[in-house]
């Protein structure tokens, strides 16, 4: 169904990155999204008020919040497709995972409010009333809640939507309650007569469907907080940047990346690439290579880019023996340990070995320790024919940020 009204509706719709698409898909899902819980709201409605059952009634009132739910989704895409402005020069992206946390709040809002009756419901037990007509409303929201679940999250991951992947897990998490609520209903009428003056199965399934809700909030509030926060980039993403960056000649070697994510196609990165160079380089040719790959960044992942150029010197006999045991001695501190940029600077004195240290989020020693260690290191290190023989390390602390 939805995919026959996105060939009517959208333009160009396998084209998931144009934000004109996003925004349609959005619009799409958001709109179908009311449509369908309000009519699953009202279904469940009457279907709790014949079988008089606290389960049912809350399902459907959880219907009616994903509704709300639904606009709040197509309000996020239609706020986040915004153009830039002075007050906001990177767009209004972002809005998108923030409806999308709204989405998630309302989740928990609803586990909460399911919870409570749960509880009522158990420490006062009544019987429900069967009713076919009741298993055929129960049985078809499951269905239309699977089919809601399975459209946003193939949408939301083509056109990369926080807000939609939120939407589906609302949506699996409702037919899980929904399928508890009609498995509670057929066994309430198998249950021998006076059981329910012991225990309520209505009231112990609700519990557990509030319990799966709750879980599915939280989750969905974890995914769509994250790119707020900023995480680690995409590793797919990382690698088509560091293929078209690498595929010029004279690039080598990219480091220090980081990606902004300022919404769905509203990404900046930057990195440093690294150039051999010589005393005969142009040092305008290789910054028209930079300016190459910085344009072909943007026009195959819609990013804009800045690219910093690392002269390396390469060849030279010095420099590359003391890169060579300065990486042995980082080995021997952890192999986690990386470096780049590494360069010497000569003085009447000694020699200097500058060069960056990659170390981990996580890692067991402290940057001063790292910082220390590796000091201490590279003052005992030795090389042949050094009129020197005097080496200090002047180190910056780098982090993986992708």
């Not at 995919?3 to 333009?11: D, N, P």
């Amino acid at each position: 169904m939805l995919t026959l009204l996105s060939k009517i509706f959208i333009r160009n719709r396998t084209d998931y990155e144009k934000p004109a698409v996003r925004s349609a898909y959005g619009a799409l899902c958001g709109g179908f999204g009311i449509f369908l819980n309000l009519l699953l709201f009202a279904g469940k409605l009457a279907a709790g008020m014949l079988a008089k059952s606290v389960a049912i009634t809350a399902d459907a009132f959880n219907n009616l919040s994903d509704a709300g739910s639904s606009v709040i989704t197509l309000l996020g895409f239609k706020l986040a497709g915004q153009k830039p402005d002075p007050e906001h020069p990177f767009g209004h992206g972002r809005i998108e995972y923030i409806s999308g946390l709204l989405v998630s709040a309302a989740i928990i809002l609803m586990g909460f409010e399911l919870l409570k009756s749960s509880i009522d419901k158990i420490l006062n037990p009544a019987q429900i009333e069967f009713s076919p007509t009741v298993i055929v409303i129960l049985a078809v929201s499951v269905f239309i809640k699977l089919y809601m679940a399975v459209y946003n999250r193939k949408i939301g991951r083509k056109i990369s939507s926080a807000a939609l992947l939120a939407a589906s897990t609302d949506s699996l998490s409702d037919s899980v309650a929904t399928s508890v609520v009609l498995v509670s209903t057929v066994v309430s009428q198998v249950l021998p007569s006076g059981t329910l003056d012991k225990i309520s199965f209505d009231g112990w399934c609700g519990l557990l469907v509030s319990m799966f809700v709750l879980y599915s909030g939280i989750m969905s509030i974890k995914d769509t907080v994250s790119p707020l926060l900023g995480q680690t980039p995409n590793a797919e993403f990382v690698k088509r940047i560091e293929r078209i960056v690498l595929s010029y000649d004279g690039i080598t070697a990219v480091h220090d990346l980081i990606v902004h994510d300022y919404g769905p196609e509203r990404v900046i990165i930057s990195l440093h690439a690294e150039m051999p160079t010589t005393e005969h380089s142009d040092i305008f040719k290789m910054h028209d290579i930079v300016n190459s790959a910085e344009n072909q960044l943007r026009d195959e992942l819609g990013c804009d880019a800045t690219i910093h150029l690392d002269p390396i010197v390469i060849g030279d006999t010095h420099t590359d023996e003391l890169k060579a045991q300065t990486l042995e001695l980082l080995n021997e501190i952890d192999s986690e340990l990386t470096l780049h940029d590494f360069r010497i600077s000569p003085t009447p004195t000694h020699t200097k070995l500058i060069f960056d240290v990659v170390v981990p989020y996580d890692f067991r020693l402290s940057d001063e320790q790292v910082r220390a260690r590796i000091c201490d290191a590279v003052s005992s290190i030795s090389i042949r024919n050094d009129e020197v023989k005097k080496y200090s390390a002047t180190i910056t602390i780098d982090r993986p940020y992708s």
